[in-house]
């Protein structure tokens, strides 16, 4: 089978009439460019340069190849160019899976500035929960994620930090709990509590500080949206565990240090699968104005 690179050392040497300066130039050594050469030669079956003492020259089957191996070399160059070109430009479509949290607090102004940046994109997104939208980027169904991140590494997938989401512990104004100064996870326990459903990264959260403490969370109800929480904590239905950017004037913020972790918010994807430049943009911007909020 011919060799590309045997064409574009025949060509170099056709044109510099030595196998030396070729050489130099293809920044390879003299005999892999004679072995290129006899390649050729054998792939083709027949003799391309007459050597007559130092002199290099071309055979009649070579003058007959060197305008073919030029215009197949002009031709890969545009493809190269075209490529390039092509990659530069932010087009296509976008399939992302966040949550409706992520969706409402975190993204319009990325979602503004790709589209006032790359209008030739077009963005489509799914919102859902977290643990749904890291089944979409599992199963290949959406090309990026923007979710709560597992504390956890996983080989199938790259996982980029973009936020740093606090979570508090929130009662309403006239709970018990508002008037104290600090509660500990025991105490906490023997209250109702709202949180969003097992499946759920926050909701692991809690369960492991209260599994430590050998006691468990009386649960009254489980939703995962996060603003019907903070109603539900509002009119007294229990403590919950939310993101500060969710906690509003109804609500009184536990001073309990266990339960006040951080979780990161940030995108993930498909180690097996190549971004688009469109994906590329999108988290370079994420990236960019986390660094600047």
Not at 95 to 100: K, Q, W
Not at 150 to 175: F, K, R, T, Y
Not at 177 to 205: G, M, W
Request: glycine share 4%.
């Amino acid at each position: 089978m011919m060799d590309i690179q045997e064409l574009l050392t025949f060509i170099k040497v056709a044109e510099t009439h030595s196998f030396s300066d070729a050489a130099d130039a293809l920044f390879i050594t003299q005999p892999a460019v004679s072995k290129r050469i006899a390649a050729l030669e054998s792939n083709l079956n027949v003799k391309l340069f007459d050597r007559i003492g130092r002199q290099i020259h071309l055979t009649e089957a070579g003058t007959r190849l060197l305008p073919k191996a030029k215009r197949l070399a002009n031709d890969l160059n545009d493809i190269k160019r075209s490529m390039t070109l092509q990659m530069d430009d932010v087009s296509g479509e976008l399939n992302i899976a966040t949550s409706h949290h992520i969706g409402l607090h975190r993204l319009p102004k990325t979602l503004k500035r790709f589209q006032l940046e790359y209008p030739q994109a077009e963005i489509k997104i799914e919102f859902t929960q977290s643990e749904d939208a890291h089944r979409q980027i599992i199963k290949g169904e959406a090309e990026i994620g923007i979710i709560t991140l597992s504390s956890h590494s996983e080989n199938m997938l790259n996982a980029i930090p973009i936020w740093s989401d606090p979570l508090q512990c929130v009662v309403s104004l006239d709970h018990p709990l508002a008037q104290l100064d600090d509660v500990d996870v025991i105490e906490l326990s023997k209250y109702p509590c709202v949180l969003p459903h097992e499946n759920t990264f926050t909701r692991q959260i809690a369960e492991k500080v209260f599994a430590v403490n050998n006691v468990r969370p009386q649960v009254k109800m489980n939703t995962n949206n996060l603003d019907t929480l903070a109603m539900l904590v509002s009119i007294g239905w229990g403590w919950s565990l939310i993101p500060s950017t969710v906690v509003n004037d109804q609500l009184a913020v536990v001073n309990l240090p266990a339960l006040n972790v951080e979780r990161k918010l940030g995108v993930i994807h498909h180690k097996q699968r190549t971004l688009s430049r469109a994906a590329s943009a999108f988290i370079e911007l994420l990236q960019a104005q986390s660094m600047n909020s």
